[in-house]
């Protein structure tokens, strides 16, 4: 499984980005996809993910209204519209994937830089 990140830059406060995490290597329908992200000193924290049959969503409470999750099933990839981004949301950002069945996210991409100025 290969996943491949990308869109990052800087911006500033109460702009947007479009994350993309372009997917390989395997049939995901069975699989989740989600958006993890690592500010400067911090631990990776849950930000977004999405099933990739059916579409379910789930948002970090910080995020909740001004990020959206979606796919593209025939790219095999998954997109993260990051709208009124904040100094705090600066981070790098990473796509992960994992089964559905699973705990744990199994696959990381490389991530991707967001700067978010004031």
């Known amino acids: 499984v290969q996943l491949q990140a990308s869109g990052g830059g800087l911006v500033q406060a109460g702009g947007s980005l479009r994350l993309s995490c372009a997917a390989s290597?395997?049939?995901?329908?069975?699989?989740?996809m989600g958006w993890f992200r690592q500010a400067p000193g911090k631990e990776r924290v849950f930000v977004a993910s999405?099933?990739?049959?059916?579409?379910?969503?789930s948002y970090a409470d910080s995020v909740k209204g001004r990020f959206t999750i979606s796919k593209d099933n025939a790219k095999n990839t998954v997109y993260l519209q990051m709208n009124s981004l904040k100094p705090e949301d600066t981070a790098v950002y990473y796509c992960?994937?994992?089964?559905?069945?699973?705990?744990?996210?199994?696959?990381w991409g490389q991530g991707t830089l967001v700067t978010v100025s004031s």
């Open positions: 999405i099933n990739w049959s059916g579409g379910s969503t």
């Open positions: 992960a994937t994992k089964s559905s069945a699973a705990v744990r996210y199994d696959y």
């Open positions: 290597g395997r049939t995901f329908s069975s699989y989740r």
